[in-house]
């Protein structure tokens, strides 16, 4: 069984977010794949079977419905166009002039009165709103998503523990970090599916379809979108860091 640990949305090592990606002549049984996830300690890892072109992501505590940049590390190993068979349904991707692309579902944001008082003591939030899976916050400028400390603790205890929080960047359309401690991830260093949120927000926002969006962590990483209708086109880039066998 050949695995690789990918830096994805970055074009250097040691950046952007990695990814385990293990490759699969058969289905595997999912407590051995949480078990070499746990192992691995990414924050996410992603298992494919060439067999099935099937594909499945695991973060070290738990198994999780969508993950971008696992997926943009497995068409990177991969290399060409690429669909998978998830259980969302089908992905698409194209590994292109060193860039990878990603075809993913739109998950716009619906305005709720979440208060998030206590998550983020003393921050103010212009808009609060839920995508499928993640609470999401727009706040006033780039410098509060870069020095916010949100309470892990008290995120952790509400809805899915997850929480991306963005704002207008001038550097680029805009700034974002992305905590989840609900998954086991205390901040994700970029996060390809919360630009599905991101994307349909920011280009109604800025009457824009294309944008660049940075990912504000402490590894740091920048994703291209393309609003699509019900889509959003992810671009990034990748660097593999290690590769080998597993042997159990």
């Known amino acids: 069984m050949r695995f690789f640990i990918v830096d994805a949305f970055t074009d250097r090592a040691f950046a952007g977010n990695s990814a385990g990606v293990v490759l699969l002549d058969e289905p595997a049984d999912p407590a051995w794949m949480q078990a070499v996830a746990a192992e691995m300690k990414h924050a996410e890892t992603a298992f494919f079977v060439t067999a099935t072109k099937s594909l499945r992501w695991f973060t070290p505590a738990v198994e999780v419905a969508l993950c971008g940049h696992a997926t943009l590390a497995v068409t990177h190993v ?81 809805w899915t523990g997850r ?13 974002s970090r992305f905590f989840a401690p609900g998954v086991g991830i205390d901040e994700d260093p970029v996060t390809g599916s919360a630009h599905c949120i991101l994307s349909p927000y920011w280009s ?38 290690l590769s080998g066998e597993l042997h159990v």
């Open 78 to 158: 991969l290399g060409g166009e690429q669909t998978y068979l998830t259980k969302g349904g089908e992905l698409r991707a194209t590994a292109k002039d060193g860039w990878v692309e990603l075809d993913f579902p739109s998950d716009p944001p619906r305005p709720t009165d979440d208060d998030l008082s206590e998550i983020l003591p003393g921050v103010d939030v212009e808009y609060t709103g839920r995508g499928v899976e993640n609470l999401f916050a727009v706040v006033k400028d780039a410098k509060t998503v870069r020095t916010l400390e949100p309470d892990l603790g008290k995120l952790k205890d509400t």
């Open 163 to 175: 929480l991306l929080v963005t704002a207008q960047s001038d550097e680029t359309d805009y700034v």
């Open 204 to 241: 109604e926002r800025l009457g824009k379809t294309e944008l660049t969006g940075e990912q504000a962590s402490a590894r740091g990483g920048i994703v291209r979108t393309r609003q699509d209708g019900d889509r959003v086109h992810l671009a990034g880039q990748a660097v593999t860091v």
